[in-house]
Structures are given as C-alpha cells and as structure tokens.
C-alpha cells in the first residue's frame, strides 16, 4: 500500500509499515543561540581557539610565513561552511525520514589580494553530492535543496560574498 504524506510542502511517498509510518520528530529550535570562540597565541605562528569544550588549533600557511602546523582560518572557514551545510541537510533528512546512502560536501574559496584592502574573499563554492536509492532519491535531493536554501552561515555572508551551490544526487 503506497500513500502519499505531504511535509512541509513535500510530497513524500511512504510504504505503509510500522517502521516508516511513524510521526515525524518534532524538534524545538531555539530562537536565540550564541556561541563562543576564545583564541591563545601559540608564540608561534599560529594559537589555540577554545571552543565551548572543544580545543581547535590553527596556524599560518608556510607562503605567508608560517610552520603550517594545523589549518589556516581560511582552511577553517570553509569547514565550517560545509560542516553548515551538512548538518542542516542531516536535519531535513531526520526531520523528513529519509534514507540517504551517504553525502559529501566540497567547498573552496576564491581569494585575491587586494591594492587596498589585503586579502578577500571573492566567491565560494559549493559542491553536494548525495547518493541514494532510488526510492529516496526525490527527498534526498530536496533535503539538498533545504541545505542550500537554510543554511545560517552561508545566508549571513551571501550578500557580501557570491556563493555557487551545485547539487548531484547519485542514485545506486
């Protein structure tokens, strides 16, 4: 028996069965979040930035000048836009119940040195690849789509720096 259950403005198809034909989660957002990072030079090239319990550490690439002993910012940047990215498609995909085989995120940044201002950031891109079945696959690339369009970083900076976003779904 195949029936159809609209989420959020989703069409889904469920397979009625105890297992899938359950209530969807429900989960509370918080309103306001706030978050801290707190930074120790390492009288080096480079520091140490606590993280509300966890221990980061960076440094500076040897072309600037550095031992290049852990990622530079710019490095940790881009993990933090993918990370974004990642857990706001992991959200849709719990929120949704859907099945996804495995997902990578690929960002790099185009930076070029300014006569003015030093370094900026002149464009990002945003590479997702998701692989599913072909039961998923219609959900899977829509929890994509839901990733590109909420994730908080990527909106707070995408007035100020152009960002591309590509998404494949690979069906196996």
């Known amino acids: 028996m195949v029936k159809t259950v609209t989420l959020s403005g989703f069409n889904r198809h469920m397979t009625s069965s105890k297992n899938r034909d359950t209530q969807i989660p429900v989960m509370r957002l918080k309103k306001h979040l706030t978050y801290r990072a707190e930074a120790h030079w390492d009288h080096k090239t480079g ?4 993280l509300e319990g966890f221990t980061q550490p ?7 000048g550095g031992n290049e002993t852990a990622p530079c910012p710019d490095q940790l940047f881009m ?20 099945e996804t085989i495995d997902l990578k995120v690929d960002v790099s940044s185009d930076i070029i040195l300014t006569k003015t201002d030093g370094y900026r950031i002149t464009n990002i891109n945003i590479d997702m690849q998701v692989w599913s079945d072909e039961e998923n696959e219609i959900m899977n690339q829509k929890c994509a789509e839901r990733a590109r369009d909420f994730c908080h970083i990527t ?11 590509s998404i494949k779904v690979h069906v196996q």
């Open 155 to 165: 909106k707070s900076i995408e007035e100020s720096i152009p960002i591309d976003v």
């Open 79 to 98: 993990a933090s836009l993918a990370g974004c990215i990642m857990n706001t498609f992991g959200y849709y995909r719990t929120m949704l119940k859907v």
């Open 58 to 64: 960076f440094d500076t690439p040897v072309e600037h």
């Open 47 to 50: 520091g140490i930035a606590q």
